[in-house]
């Protein structure tokens, strides 16, 4: 026993392994190792260093955003001429990356609190008190119902806001078509913190000259940031008009991709415009809300009785988002990929061993070259002789003649 355990011993620390090769001249399969070869060279190359950049780790931004609005407009309705700047038409204050700007309304003048009829719009009709349940709200009425119906209108007499808003007719065109042309001011901050880069849209080149003549223009002035409103709903393909009487949705986006292996002045965001919703006729096919709105009051006091100016609003909301991507050079993920890749090169290795193994027709002949069988004879080794043993040291010790194989 103690012999054995030496031997092993010995065995293991003293001797060496290595594979059998065999070299098979055959055109056929040469082809096919070389083909799969070079498309596995070309994978690794092509997609994995080139495409995917498996060269490199990557680090996402972390960005903020400050917005700021520039235009009037000049409305004329019923006679009465009035001014907006961005103090009225921007909602909320400006700053924020997700803001509305104003391009229709619907006033209601001098409501106060008071008991008047409904509209009759025909989802609040009454033909008796019995029909206005007092102390009731309609999910479609505008205030409590005082249990009266009002024959002159055939309509709940309701305590709200009097008078009740009518907004059945939206204006068309939009009372304020001149915000096609305000300005909006971008700008962008982003870092990419595992590699400890700061970068603004206000980029080399970009300074205080070059902003106050600049319009950003996607082929002729990519980097400004400074945009008008018109060419913000044209880029995202929507219609300002259309969009302009109902309202809706556009999101931009401000992307930067930067290889951090190149000079930090190539660093640059891009700007693309998305419609989201709000052309009806283009590419909302839900008709049930289109358009965007809400409502927004001014109250005031006149002869100690408060009362309050309401405007439906419909507008264009922006939303800007930031998307950003880093990426630089990295020992660690280019061995990885270099690794990988040599061990794909073995798929070459089994797919040719299938063709000789299964495929060819002498496949046989190629079989007994590669495989050698040795069979023990345990009985024999067991009464201690050596007549059983099988020494495999001289198997392949002399360089085998390649096998030919004719295609």
């Known amino acids: 026993m103690r012999e054995v355990i030496i031997n092993g011993l010995q065995d293991f620390f003293f001797e060496y392994e290595t594979p059998r090769q065999v070299l098979v001249r055959s055109k056929r399969v040469g082809i096919v190792c070389r083909l799969i070869q070079l498309g596995v060279l070309g994978y690794i190359i092509g997609w994995v260093f080139i495409y995917e950049k498996g060269y490199q780790i990557e680090d996402s931004a972390i960005g903020s955003v400050l917005t700021k609005m520039k235009g009037v407009g000049l409305t004329s309705v019923d006679g009465v001429d009035r001014v907006w700047d961005v103090a009225d038409y921007v909602f ?208 005031y006091m006149e002869n100690s009785t408060e009362k309050r100016t309401l405007m439906k609003v419909f507008g264009i909301r922006f939303n800007v988002i930031v998307s950003g991507l880093a990426r630089k050079f990295d020992i660690i993920p280019t061995l990885t990929a270099i690794g990988s890749g040599v061990g794909i090169f073995g798929v070459a290795t089994v797919v040719c061993d299938l063709v000789l193994l299964y495929v060819l027709p002498k496949r046989d002949f190629y079989k007994n070259m590669k495989f050698k069988s040795t069979v023990i004879d345990d009985e024999t080794s067991g009464n201690g002789s050596n007549e059983g043993d099988v020494s495999m040291t001289n198997i392949g010790s002399k360089d085998p003649a390649p096998i030919t194989m004719k295609d």
């Not at 640059?268 to 415009?273: E, M, N, T, V």
Request: glycine letters at 10%; hydrophobic letters at 30%; proline letters at 5%.
């Open 92 to 299: 909320p204050e400006q700053g924020d990356a997700s803001f509305v700007v104003m391009t229709n309304y619907i006033i209601t003048a001098g409501q106060k609190q008071d008991k008047c009829p409904e509209l009759n719009d025909g989802k609040n009709s009454c033909n008796s008190d019995k029909d206005c349940e007092g102390g009731r709200y309609k999910r479609t009425g505008n205030g409590y119902m005082t249990g009266k119906c009002v024959i002159t209108t055939g309509t709940c007499e309701v305590h709200a806001w009097c008078p009740i808003e009518d907004d059945g007719t939206i204006p068309d065109p939009p009372l304020l078509m001149s915000a096609e042309n305000y300005t909006l001011f971008i700008k962008n901050s982003v870092t990419f913190p595992q590699f400890n880069v700061v970068r603004s849209n206000l980029v080399e080149g970009v300074d205080n000259s070059y902003i106050k003549r600049c319009l950003y223009h996607e082929t002729n002035s990519p980097l400004c940031p400074i945009f008008k409103l018109g060419d913000i709903v044209r880029l995202s393909g929507f219609n300002f008009q259309q969009i302009a009487k109902e309202g809706g949705a556009i999101g931009i986006l401000i992307d930067w991709v930067c290889n951090l292996d190149y000079s930090l002045k190539h660093c640059k965001p891009k700007y693309y415009f998305h419609g989201l919703y709000g052309n009806a006729d283009e590419t909302d096919k839900a008709r049930a809300s289109v358009g965007y709105n809400f409502r927004h009051a001014k109250y």
